[in-house]
């Protein structure tokens, strides 16, 4: 795998990777929201395994997008727990997508599917 290359979960289940488990931001939201109505969407690191942070090994940041519309940074410190709630609004439905970055195993993507109603 290249130094550029995205890595995202490709195992389910049981045969997740130790890297998957604790890499792969996973996003806590509802499946189904109004329109133009806030929600909070909050975005942890490693489900099954909490993500180390220390000076060796920490998430720096991840980038929120609605499909391809940037919605937020959030920036951490190793001293910082890598976990952050957000409070938006959504006009339409789309693919939460959220492209992190290890400072030891590089850029992390995840994502889940919202509903925008009326």
């Known amino acids: 795998m290249g130094y550029y290359d995205l890595k995202k979960l490709e195992n389910t289940g049981e045969d997740k990777t130790a890297l998957e488990k604790k890499h792969v931001p996973y996003i806590q939201c509802p499946d189904k929201v109004k329109k133009g109505e806030y929600f909070e969407v909050t975005v942890t690191f ?35 727990k890598a976990e952050a ?24 993507e995840g994502s889940k599917s919202i509903e925008v109603v009326e």
């Open 46 to 80: 490693g489900k099954e395994i909490t993500h180390p942070m220390g000076p060796d090994h920490y998430i720096q940041y991840f980038d929120l997008y609605a499909n391809y519309a940037s919605l937020a940074r959030v920036d951490f410190t190793p001293d910082m």
């Open 85 to 108: 709630t957000l409070t938006l609004k959504l006009e339409e439905s789309c693919d939460l997508n959220v492209y992190a970055f290890c400072n030891l195993h590089d850029h992390w």
